[in-house]
């Protein structure tokens, strides 16, 4: 989760220099912040999305205030062992949260006995949500809007970014999928808990 936060501070901080150099405007400081963040390697983005906190734009600006008014729920509670068991085929060995030390962001990991699987959820707007990686792939069937990028599954559904990560499979496309089935049972149960 550290690792998409530094990729999301280093998009911003590229689009916030893009900005600097436009003419100040709202409406065309938006635009070199998506390219910008589209632009990004693979390699080094997990995730293409700009933070709404970090910036420049009017709009940016009020879904932050907007992200703040919600809580994410407890993740860990929303998806039992057994199922994530069910899920793999393989053991939880270990379930870690990450505390609850933000409202607009929690994650909860099931280490297995071969591999792991995470789901992590921010609250994000759909416009953020939208600008992505240029090597993102559509994944259709879950949430509103879904994706995957660099082994993760990215769904959007109502105000919330989900990401999915499986890694207890032998290829990409067989980790994908148990992360689809997981998505669609967890989606649900996220849309039930915020309410």
């Not at 992200?67 to 994410?72: D, I, L, M």
């Not at 207890?168 to 149960?189: G, H, Y």
Request: with cysteine.
């Amino acid at each position: 989760m550290s690792r998409r936060i530094l990729v999301l501070a280093a998009a911003a901080a590229g689009a916030l220099a893009l900005a600097a150099c436009n003419d100040g405007s709202a409406t065309t400081a938006a635009k070199p912040s998506a390219e910008a963040s589209a632009a990004a390697p693979a390699s080094a983005a997990a995730s293409a999305k700009p933070s709404a906190k970090t910036s420049g734009s009017a709009k940016a600006s009020s879904s932050a205030k907007a992200a703040t008014a919600t809580s994410v729920p407890d993740i860990c509670k929303l998806m039992s062992k057994a199922e994530i068991g069910t899920l793999t085929g393989e053991s939880v060995t270990l379930m870690t949260d990450d505390g609850g030390s933000s409202p607009t962001s929690r994650y909860c990991q099931w280490q297995l006995s071969q591999g792991q699987v995470t789901i992590g959820v921010t609250l994000e707007t759909r416009g953020n949500f939208d600008v992505r990686n240029k090597q993102a792939t559509p994944v259709m069937g879950v949430g509103t809007t879904a994706y995957s990028l660099s082994g993760h599954l990215y769904v959007w559904e109502n105000g919330h970014d989900i990401d999915v990560y499986v890694s207890s499979e032998s290829s990409d496309s067989a980790n994908l999928s148990v992360a689809r089935r997981a998505a669609l049972q967890f989606i649900p149960r996220l849309e039930a808990a915020s309410k």
